[in-house]
């Protein structure tokens, strides 16, 4: 991607233009504020309970941590409410900062620390939007199924795949996932406020789905399946503590929602007000359903036999309730819609702000008039996401994901240590709890310290795994981070000097 001015020749760019939908002339470069405080609630609820409850508890349990990950969801919530609240009171600080993590770093730790935050939080967004529509394609093929309708396996699975314990390529490509997502792009073009109420409706079904299938699930459980509770280790990261933990930092990737809530400042009515509710409401419901479901789900059925990409609906086999499965796979692709809806909110989000701060080329940052939508941005980040979803499978999704969002917490956790020790800024509306002390220009405070300690932890869990995957012959998800981790280097330079040059 180019960091100057220069003009993007890209095919769908010229399409876009050529039916007069972009243009570089008289379009804005801002957006329209237009969301309140119940629309960032159900859109931090629509991107946080997803794939954390349709799709990674049975990876979590059958690999990691067996009924266990039920706990693992309550470590993974705290890790990450010290996150939330150190976000809600950045967003309370800086209400007009733009981008989520990316903006509150360059608002306090300047230009090089907010390019890496934004570049690990474009690997997280478009591969978290690509394994959710990976899980979404798993569960439209099971609704399809009980309708009669079979996709064919080469149109439903991902070109790398796992098997025999390692990744390998496959002469397939996942066509289903990347409809899937080529289309809610093709939504969110439309603009934001009629796609948010889109959104809220589908968030409301979503709980209701979800909270009768612990209703009736939870009188049909057998206690006997939670034993033992945490399993053995069986080496490596195989069950036992090291395996809780690796459990830890994949059902982290759950609470990534926090992230989009803080990127829709941009759009807020009353962003120092409504992002801390947002952010802090959003996490406290999703964490109680999260361990709802995976008790439930781990109660149903033996915890070695949910490896599969749809692990609710298996559960709900085991129900023996042929029409209650038909409600709630049907409630689970509305689910997974909503949480791919708002990762690529997200993501093309936080490209309009890059351009607009000329990281990125500044076409990006054109904004629709009618529609207030920066259709270029989210044209370019559905294309990339919708690549990475026909070509990926979600067990290698999940790792990146996680080591992203873990980058980008810790930047955040920096951040209010440093916006706290400057004596010259007037108090947030939201401060951090709990006290600490004050070391230079920065405060020491327990809950951001706490909070790096968990990511880190988290951080160091996933990137060990990926090592030892690699000494195995395994190299692609390390080979894929460090390709990642290189490009970003170079681009990062590039955009240094470019803004430099421009002055």
């Known amino acids: 991607m180019p960091c100057d001015r220069e003009r993007v020749t890209l095919p769908f760019v010229q399409a876009l233009e050529e039916n007069?939908?972009?243009?570089?002339?008289?379009?804005?470069?801002?957006?329209?504020?237009?969301?309140?405080?119940?629309?960032?609630?159900?859109?931090?609820?629509?991107?946080?309970?997803?794939?954390?409850?349709?799709v990674l508890p049975g990876i979590a349990a059958a690999h990691y941590a067996g009924p266990a990950v039920s706990l693992s969801f309550v470590l993974a919530a705290i890790s990450c409410g010290f996150i939330g609240l150190c976000y809600a009171e950045l967003a309370s600080a800086l209400p007009e900062a733009m981008g989520g993590a990316y903006g509150y770093?360059?608002?306090?730790?300047?230009?090089?620390?907010?390019?890496?935050?934004?570049?690990?939080?474009?690997?997280?967004?478009?591969?978290?939007?690509?394994a959710v529509s990976v899980g979404l394609t798993g569960y439209l093929s099971g609704l399809l199924a009980s309708c009669g309708l079979t996709l064919p396996g080469a149109a439903t699975n991902s070109t790398v795949i796992w098997h025999d314990g390692g990744f390998h390529l496959a002469g397939q490509i996942n066509a289903v996932s990347l409809c899937l997502v080529l289309v809610l792009g093709l939504i969110l073009s439309r603009g934001?406020?009629?796609?948010?109420?889109?959104?809220?409706?589908?968030?409301?079904?979503?709980?209701?789905?979800?909270?009768?299938?612990?209703?009736?699930?939870?009188?049909?459980?057998?206690?006997?399946?939670?034993?033992?509770?945490?399993?053995?280790?069986?080496?490596?990261f195989h069950f036992g503590l090291a395996g809780l933990l690796r459990a830890v930092a994949v059902v982290s990737f759950a609470y990534l929602g926090f992230d989009s809530i803080s990127i829709a400042a941009s759009e807020a009515r009353n962003p120092g007000r409504d992002v801390p509710f947002g952010l802090i409401g959003a996490l406290a419901i999703s964490a109680v359903l999260y361990v709802m479901v995976s008790l439930v789900m781990t109660g149903l059925v033996p915890f070695r036999a949910?490896?599969?990409?749809?692990?609710?609906?298996?559960?709900?086999?085991?129900?023996?309730?042929?029409?209650?499965?038909?409600?709630?796979?049907?409630?689970?692709?509305?689910?997974?819609?909503?949480?791919?809806?708002?990762?690529?909110?997200?993501?093309?989000?936080?490209?309009?702000?890059?351009?607009?701060d000329r990281l990125i080329s500044e076409r990006f940052s054109l904004v629709d008039p009618k529609s207030g939508a920066p259709v270029l941005a989210i044209a370019m980040t559905?294309?990339?996401?919708?690549?990475?979803?026909?070509?990926?499978?979600?067990a290698l999704l999940a790792d990146l994901v996680s080591i992203g969002t873990m980058i980008g917490f810790v930047v955040i956790a920096v951040a209010v240590m440093k916006l706290r020790g400057d004596a010259t800024r007037a108090p947030a509306r939201f401060r951090v709890p709990l006290p600490g002390l004050r070391v230079g220009t920065l405060w020491i405070g327990i809950v951001p310290v706490l909070a790096i300690v968990t990511c880190l932890v988290n951080l160091t869990t996933v990137l060990s795994d990926l090592v030892a995957q690699s000494l195995r012959g395994d190299w692609i998800p390390l080979g894929f981070l460090a390709l990642y981790c290189i490009a970003g280097w170079v681009l990062g330079r590039r955009s240094a000097r470019a803004i430099h040059k421009a002055g």
């Open 382 to 394: 559905t294309a990339l996401t919708a690549l990475t979803a026909a070509l990926l499978p979600i």
């Open 20 to 54: 007069g939908i972009m243009a570089a002339e008289g379009k804005s470069r801002i957006l329209h504020r237009q969301l309140g405080p119940f629309s960032l609630l159900m859109m931090g609820i629509g991107s946080v309970v997803g794939a954390g409850i349709y």
């Open 192 to 236: 934001i406020r009629q796609a948010s109420r889109a959104n809220g409706a589908f968030v409301l079904l979503k709980l209701a789905v979800l909270v009768v299938f612990v209703s009736v699930g939870w009188s049909h459980v057998r206690p006997a399946l939670w034993h033992p509770f945490l399993p053995q280790s069986e080496g490596g």
């Open 105 to 130: 770093s360059r608002a306090i730790l300047g230009i090089g620390p907010a390019w890496w935050v934004a570049w690990m939080l474009v690997l997280e967004y478009a591969l978290a939007g690509s």
């Open 306 to 356: 949910l490896d599969v990409a749809s692990p609710v609906a298996l559960a709900v086999q085991a129900l023996a309730m042929p029409s209650l499965g038909f409600v709630l796979q049907f409630g689970s692709v509305i689910g997974l819609g909503s949480v791919l809806f708002v990762s690529l909110y997200g993501q093309s989000r936080l490209c309009h702000i890059l351009a607009h």
